[in-house]
């Protein structure tokens, strides 16, 4: 059974940065699709960034430049560093893992297959 849990969440200002992590087990991320969602207030939620099991990575195009998403295959976990924070990027974020290769922002979300509980960012202006 693949179970995630995020961590790393927090309030900073405009401009801070927060990294978030995402301690997997019952998975070899060696050989899974993972990602990290945002939902924000009142929205949907909404691929940040993947990486595929070769390290291949993809990016919304709302934090192309600011975040990286990286994994640690030994430690099986999953992290987002996120820097130049924006009042925007306020949301649960989610951790999510998918037994499929290959999957990108586009298709995280359909071939998703566990999820994590979320950790909050608050960005304040």
């Known amino acids: 059974q693949v179970q995630l849990v995020e961590s790393g969440g927090g309030s900073v200002q405009t401009g801070g940065s927060l990294t978030l992590s995402c301690a997997a087990s019952?998975?070899?991320?060696?050989?899974?699709?993972m990602g990290w969602f945002h939902q924000g207030t009142g929205r949907g939620r909404e691929a940040v960034a993947t990486?595929?099991?070769?390290?291949?990575?993809t990016y919304a195009d709302s934090v192309k430049g600011r975040f990286t998403i990286s994994k640690d295959n030994a430690k099986n976990t999953l992290y987002l560093q996120m820097n130049r924070l924006k009042p925007e990027d306020t949301a649960m974020y989610y951790c999510?893992?998918?037994?499929?290769?290959?999957?990108?922002?586009?298709?995280?979300?359909?071939?998703?297959?566990?999820w994590g509980k979320g950790t909050l960012v608050t960005i304040s202006s």
């Open positions: 999510a893992s998918a037994p499929i290769r290959g999957l990108t922002i586009g298709t995280m979300a359909r071939g998703a297959a566990d």
């Open positions: 019952g998975l070899n991320s060696k050989y899974y699709s």
């Open positions: 990486i595929d099991s070769d390290g291949t990575t």
